[in-house]
């Protein structure tokens, strides 16, 4: 379809690998909050490295003042800068090139990217300055200083505009395309953008009136009210991980092995369920809070019925049904699992992602529900089990996804070769087989009892003293080297990324691609009766068998516990 | 194809047979999950209390004092003991960095726990039952405990509460 626009095909340049055509204009935005996204990981990385080397008590690197200093470095520059901007990155790319449509506005789409860099810079600031040591959470009424806040709210209203630059393009794309479906990547990545909106509107409701309690403007903020508010942040921004990581699944699909899902109406409920059911997820930080009632513990934290968990195992079947499937049409169907021993397990973006699919789901997912279940909570609340749970779901799923997706993103949005490519291969292997140890370690730790945010686990200088079981002992050495491992993994990714954006060799054309993207798989001979994906469907019942006895030994060790109503 | 729009009727096309049992099962254990929650509620003995009441620090404080002075029978590192009857109220205070006072509980009896904090919000991690709860200024919540063994507990802070979090440490002694 023609650009609507006189002369606008200037701004467009076409991919001489895939054959989109591509607004350079919002290939410069994307390009520019990718960066901040790999510099913001790279900053989580070197503080989980000295997170490790402090909660490793053989080491404890770090004094008690810098611990938690950076401990709030670690959460915000992890769980929130790296992935949002990375998500932005996403959005502007995915809104036109994947759509071959323009940007409907570089100056917003500016604007809104460099609040974002102003908000993040305020919040390293004053974090390394020592005058924000509230950790990522920043419950009220511990107090930071108010240019902390100040960086969170232009952060999310940088984030905001960009999100409201994806809806436009959406829109442009739809005058362009009447009638037609948007592919399910786009898709969603929309239901992410949906997301978000409402995850940021919760933020701007919080840090709004924190930030003028902060200057003094107002004199108290209730800490339930904080802390409930604040969720409607804390958590659904990881939904909005989730709806994107989940569409990089099925990017990553496609790209790997020429996957398609057997049924897109299934996927795109499933997104629609997301968009319906997650975000009063919220709610499950408050299982053992005081005031708020059962019912409303019950109902919001089961995600509406855990409508957004079958969701998700609705995507658990679909993306490796759609690997199966375009595995067999090739030839490999012998069995229940040729398909997936003849897989490309050589590239790195398919390792990757079969890794982030296995952590996220087999660690994140059933370990999440456990922890958001309204009696469990009380055996895991605050203890090491939360971080090892969203270790297993944000960081084995969400960021390992959008790592195994860089390795497409450096040749074709960056448009350079990608540095030492023969490493990449063992970095989703490295990285996910540590972060997966870190997570069960962590999880295991927690259930030991071990605090969460804690500096110093034999309580020096506390008027008693108590001794974790010793066999902690030896989980402490398995995080140990599951973090050390992940780190290892991580840093090479970042070196990877840094000097081929920098430094590398530019890329020419096709010629150039290191990274396989597979050919579409010939079409089915014949209608496919009866089971579409045997292997995989033999791997989603592996999965809920795992999930039930899971939850079932959670609540028999719920029952040996003290009585208490 | 994720990246390209959908083929022609992509919308009426039916649901492998493996996709529909799989969505099947899962949509049941979904809502099985979420019944046993409340099935939990009215059959089990470990569940998250809701009662709470609106205090100050100022009043809390008050309250922990008075109920100290009436049942105290010692004093452990400066901070006090007190062993009061069974079914009795308990006050138990948090602040930067210490939980006051120790409490002397008899096993198999009931015991309604006031807990409230006077600064910041604190972490009440019960070990090593691993049994953990939050505390926040005012807010007094209320939560039915009966201990079902004995010996020594550790009360750790589980909540980031300043610098001081990781002395933050208390005890309750659960008597045969």
Same mark, same amino acid.
């Given at each position: 379809m023609a650009v609507a626009i006189e002369g606008g095909e200037k701004w467009f340049r076409t991919c001489d690998v895939t054959g989109f055509r591509v607004d350079v204009r919002a290939e410069k935005i994307a390009k520019l909050n990718a960066v901040m996204a790999v510099v913001s990981f790279l900053i989580a990385v070197i503080a989980a490295l000295l997170l490790v080397l402090t909660r490793w008590q053989?080491?404890?690197?770090?004094?008690?003042?810098w611990y938690y200093r950076v401990l709030t470095l670690h959460g915000l520059d992890a769980l929130v800068f790296w992935i949002i901007f990375f998500e932005l990155a996403a959005l502007v790319f995915g809104s036109t090139a994947f759509l071959n449509?323009?940007?409907?506005?570089?100056?917003?789409?500016?604007?809104?990217?460099?609040? %974002?860099?102003?908000?993040?810079?305020?919040?390293?600031?004053?974090?390394?300055?020592?005058?924000?040591?509230?950790?990522?959470?920043?419950?009220?009424?511990?107090?930071?200083?108010?240019?902390?806040?100040?960086?969170?709210?232009?952060?999310?209203?940088?984030?905001?505009?960009?999100?409201m630059v994806f809806f436009a393009n959406l829109m442009i794309w739809r005058r362009e395309n009447p009638g037609q479906s948007l592919p399910l990547f786009v898709y969603g990545l929309m239901a992410a953008a949906i997301i978000a909106v409402i995850t940021i509107a919760s933020g701007a409701i919080i840090y709004i009136p924190t930030f003028l309690w902060s200057l003094g403007i107002i004199s108290d903020i209730d800490p339930a009210v904080y802390k409930l508010v604040w969720w409607g942040l804390g958590h659904p921004s990881q939904q909005i991980n989730v709806a994107a990581?989940?569409?990089?699944?099925?990017?990553?699909?496609?790209?790997?092995?020429?996957?398609?899902?057997?049924?897109?109406?299934?996927?795109?409920?499933?997104?629609?369920?997301?968009?319906?059911?997650?975000?009063? %997820?919220?709610?499950?930080?408050?299982?053992?809070?005081?005031?708020?009632?059962?019912?409303?513990?019950?109902?919001?934290?089961?995600?509406?019925?855990?409508?957004?968990?079958?969701?998700?195992?609705?995507?658990?079947?679909?993306?490796?049904?759609?690997i199966e499937v375009a595995q067999r049409r090739r030839g490999f169907t012998?069995?229940?699992?040729?398909?997936?021993?003849?897989?490309?397990?050589?590239?790195?973006?398919?390792?990757?992602?079969?890794?982030?699919?296995?952590?996220?789901?087999?660690?994140?997912?059933?370990?999440?529900?456990?922890?958001?279940?309204e009696q469990t909570n009380i055996?895991?609340?605050?203890?090491?089990?939360?971080?090892?749970?969203?270790?297993?779901?944000?960081?084995?799923?969400?960021?390992?996804?959008?790592?195994?997706?860089?390795?497409?993103?450096?040749?074709?949005?960056?448009?350079?070769?990608?540095?030492?490519?023969?490493?990449?291969?063992?970095?989703?292997?490295?990285?996910?087989?540590?972060?997966?140890?870190?997570a069960v370690?962590?999880?295991?730790?927690?259930?030991?009892?071990?605090?969460?945010?804690?500096?110093?686990?034999?309580?020096?200088?506390?008027?008693?003293?108590?001794?974790?079981?010793?066999?902690?002992?030896?989980?402490?050495?398995l995080f140990g080297i599951g973090g050390l491992l992940a780190v290892l993994g991580a840093l090479i990714w970042i070196i990877q990324v840094v000097v081929s954006v920098f430094f590398g060799q530019p890329f020419r054309g096709p010629q150039d691609?290191?990274?396989?993207?597979?050919?579409?798989?010939?079409?089915?001979?014949?209608?496919?009766?009866?089971? %579409?994906?045997?292997?995989?469907?033999?791997?989603?019942?592996?999965?809920?068998?795992?999930?039930?006895?899971?939850?079932?030994?959670?609540?028999g060790w719920l029952s040996a516990m003290w009585e208490v109503k | 194809m994720a990246i390209l729009p959908p083929s022609e009727g992509w919308f009426q096309q039916k649901v492998a047979k493996d996709e529909k049992i799989w969505m099947g099962l899962a949509f049941v254990v979904s809502v099985f999950l979420f019944f046993w929650m409340i099935i939990w509620h009215v059959?089990?003995?470990?569940?998250?209390?809701?009662?709470?009441?609106?205090?100050?620090?100022?009043?809390?404080?008050?309250?922990?004092?008075?109920?100290?002075?009436?049942?105290?029978?010692?004093?452990?590192?400066?901070?006090?003991?007190?062993?009061?009857?069974?079914g009795s109220d308990v006050f138990l205070l948090a602040r930067q960095f210490r939980w006051e006072p120790v409490v002397i509980l008899k096993k198999g009896e009931e015991y309604r726990f006031h807990i409230s904090s006077l600064d910041v919000l604190h972490g009440f991690s019960l070990q090593p039952v691993n049994m953990n709860f939050m505390v926040y200024p005012k807010y007094d919540y209320v939560l039915t405990f009966r201990p079902t063994s004995a010996g020594e507990y550790a009360i750790v802070c589980n909540e980031f509460c300043g610098i001081g979090h990781h002395m933050m440490i208390g005890k309750i002694i659960v008597e045969e």
């Open positions: 053989l080491f404890h690197v770090l004094p008690v003042d449509t323009r940007m409907s506005s570089p100056a917003v789409g500016w604007l809104g990217t460099i609040l %974002a860099i102003v908000g993040w810079l305020l919040v390293n600031y004053t974090i390394l300055t020592g005058n924000a040591d509230v950790l990522m959470t920043s419950y009220a009424p511990l107090k930071a200083h108010p240019l902390f806040y100040l960086g969170m709210i232009l952060f999310a209203v940088g984030a905001l505009l960009i999100v990581h989940v569409s990089v699944w099925y990017l990553l699909a496609f790209l790997t092995v020429g996957g398609t899902s057997i049924n897109e109406k299934v996927s795109r409920f499933a997104f629609i369920l997301y968009i319906i059911a997650i975000n009063v %997820a919220s709610a499950h930080h408050l299982l053992v809070d005081p005031a708020v009632s059962p019912v409303w513990k019950v109902w919001n934290t089961s995600y509406v019925m855990y409508l957004a968990v079958f969701a998700s195992m609705i995507h658990a079947f679909a993306v490796p049904s759609a012998k069995g229940l699992f040729e398909w997936l021993k003849a897989a490309p397990w050589g590239n790195p973006a398919f390792s990757g992602l079969m890794l982030s699919m296995i952590i996220f789901g087999f660690i994140g997912g059933i370990t999440g529900v456990v922890n958001g279940m055996i895991v609340h605050n203890t090491l089990s939360i971080p090892g749970h969203f270790k297993g779901a944000v960081v084995g799923g969400t960021a390992l996804a959008f790592m195994s997706v860089t390795y497409y993103l450096i040749p074709l949005l960056f448009r350079k070769k990608i540095a030492f490519y023969g490493v990449s291969k063992f970095v989703p292997w490295l990285f996910g087989i540590g972060i997966a140890i870190l370690s962590m999880y295991i730790l927690g259930a030991f009892g071990i605090p969460r945010r804690h500096w110093d686990i034999t309580f020096s200088g506390g008027p008693f003293t108590y001794t974790f079981n010793p066999v902690t002992d030896f989980f402490w050495a691609l290191q990274i396989p993207i597979a050919e579409p798989p010939p079409a089915p001979d014949k209608e496919h009766e009866g089971f %579409a994906a045997p292997g995989t469907f033999a791997l989603v019942l592996l999965f809920i068998t795992a999930f039930v006895i899971f939850v079932a030994l959670n609540y | 059959y089990a003995k470990q569940n998250p209390s809701f009662t709470t009441y609106r205090t100050t620090p100022e009043e809390f404080y008050a309250l922990t004092e008075a109920f100290i002075n009436k049942y105290k029978v010692g004093e452990e590192n400066g901070v006090p003991v007190v062993k009061p009857p069974p």
